[in-house]
């Protein structure tokens, strides 16, 4: 996610320059190799084969992430992670060394990104809507950067992207964007001459899109795209349900690996919203609400490996107003997906996780976290996901003004 301009403005043009929160992103090895956290500009990684911290390498000129992380994705086989964010870097990294193989340097800040599933081409959104990407060249098991430039992609013509997804068989470009609109796009042979050829567009949400997934489905092998909004809704496509006439956005959703399950996360709620899917049918129901009792925890990333019954998930923020932490993070995990016949998934206590105590002082920096600040975390993620995703309306005196007073600069070679 990224915000609408680069210095934010008050009604009379008069830059406020507020303090921006991020809120904190969760990644998941497919094979569960790995967890991914990041919070602010800090990138944490727990390597649960070693049972240790990761340590990352970054041998550029740029060196590690100097503002808030907005995107980190691996890839399909899990051998790529790509991390970005406000600082206009996207920084790609080999999860067996966890040395950066490359460094992008973006014109404006990056909402998105996403790697394909050959692992060849990096692709990432800018907050004016354009995804750009670049390719990399595999040798002998080692990944490079091909060239550190990148190419625009596509566009969705000065509309924040927040979120891109491949299609199972790699022949789509999925992207989401604040405008309500879900734009398909066929990939192209070679995608660094562009993506000019539009599949269609999925216009069935009334407010922001604020993540994509796919199931996948024997008998079609494209799989069908999932979505959720910032209007409570989501669905398979135009089949959209809505669980609750009081409107909080869906924040992330998450496909249970092998199954037709859709994990929910909703803002504000201390729980996840469980959906199954009708593939026959095209439509997805409501099947079941799995609360989290004990503490103020409102997840608002998940992530889930194709190996694993688990659903990991985190509560995050990064520049915590009003109290002495600078950020905080709680990670935590839900199992029991695959006997959902059985009961409802049981979320697990810290012993309980993998990696245990080791992993949770990694990835939140601390192990016990007091109840104030849960509550001042919520309060402030919910602040940040409207100021970053509601679109502002201004008179046309102050859009002029803000032309002339942006400090976003051309990106010099």
């Known amino acids: 996610m990224a915000e609408a301009a680069d210095t934010p403005m008050e009604e009379g043009g008069e830059s406020t320059k507020e303090l921006e929160v991020a809120p904190a992103l969760i990644a998941v090895n497919p094979s569960q190799q790995s967890v991914v956290v990041a919070v602010g500009s800090d990138l944490r990684v727990y390597d649960l084969r070693e049972g240790c911290a990761a340590s990352l390498v970054d041998e550029s000129d740029k060196s590690f992430h100097k503002d808030?992380?907005?995107?980190?994705?691996?890839?399909?086989?899990?051998?790529?992670?790509?991390s970005a964010g406000d600082d206009k870097l996207v920084k790609i990294w080999s999860t067996d060394s966890w040395h950066c193989i490359g460094t992008v340097s973006?014109?404006?800040?990056?909402?998105?990104?996403?790697?394909?599933?050959?692992?060849?081409?990096?692709?990432?959104?800018?907050?004016?809507?354009v995804v750009w990407v670049v390719n990399l060249e595999e040798k002998d098991g080692t990944f490079s950067l091909v060239n550190e430039k990148a190419a625009p992609m596509l566009s969705h013509y000065c509309s924040i992207i927040t979120s891109l997804e491949f299609s199972p068989s790699g022949c789509y470009i999925v992207s989401a964007d604040r405008d309500y609109k879900i734009r398909v796009t066929v990939m192209p042979k070679r995608p660094l001459n562009g993506a000019h050829e539009i599949h269609c567009f999925c216009l069935g949400h009334s407010e922001f899109v604020s993540c994509l997934d796919f199931i996948s489905s024997p008998d079609f092998q494209e799989g069908y795209l999932v979505s959720g909004s910032g209007d409570s809704?989501?669905?398979?496509?135009?089949?959209?349900?809505?669980?609750?006439?009081?409107?909080?956005?869906?924040?992330d959703l998450c496909v249970v690996p092998n199954s037709t399950l859709i994990a929910v996360a909703i803002q504000s709620f201390k729980g996840i919203v469980l959906?199954?899917?009708?593939?026959?049918?095209?439509?997805?129901?409501?099947?079941?609400?799995?609360?989290?009792?004990?503490?103020?925890?409102?997840?608002?990333?998940?992530?889930?490996s194709s190996s694993e019954d688990l659903l990991w998930m985190v509560m995050g923020i990064s520049k915590l107003p009003g109290l002495d932490c600078s950020s905080l993070v709680r990670v935590r995990a839900m199992s029991g997906f695959k006997r959902i016949s059985e009961g409802e998934p049981i979320m697990l206590e810290d012993n309980e996780?993998?990696?245990?105590?080791?992993?949770?002082?990694?990835?939140?920096?601390?192990v016990?976290?007091?109840?104030?600040?849960?509550v001042?975390?919520?309060?402030?993620?919910?602040?940040?996901?409207?100021?970053?995703?509601?679109?502002?309306?201004?008179?046309?005196?102050?859009?002029?003004?803000?032309?002339?007073?942006?400090n976003d600069k051309k990106f010099k070679q």
């Not at 199954?276 to 998940?302: M, Q, R």
């Not at 990696?355 to 939140?364: H, I, R, T, Y």
């Not at 402030?380 to 102050?398: D, G, P, Q, R, T």
Request: glycine share 8%; with cysteine.
């Open 368 to 374: 016990s976290i007091e109840e104030s600040v849960y």
């Open 376 to 406: 001042a975390a919520s309060e402030a993620l919910k602040k940040a996901m409207s100021k970053l995703l509601i679109k502002k309306h201004y008179s046309v005196e102050n859009r002029e003004t803000r032309k002339r007073t942006r």
């Open 68 to 82: 808030s992380i907005r995107a980190i994705r691996y890839g399909v086989n899990g051998k790529l992670l790509v």
């Open 106 to 129: 973006c014109e404006k800040r990056v909402s998105a990104a996403a790697i394909s599933n050959d692992g060849h081409y990096v692709c990432f959104a800018d907050k004016f809507g």
């Open 353 to 366: 996780m993998p990696g245990g105590q080791k992993l949770l002082e990694k990835l939140q920096g601390s």
């Open 275 to 304: 959906l199954s899917c009708n593939v026959s049918a095209k439509s997805v129901s409501f099947t079941k609400v799995v609360s989290i009792t004990g503490e103020t925890f409102s997840p608002t990333c998940l992530g889930m």
């Open 233 to 251: 809704t989501a669905g398979l496509i135009d089949s959209i349900e809505r669980e609750e006439e009081q409107f909080c956005a869906v924040t």
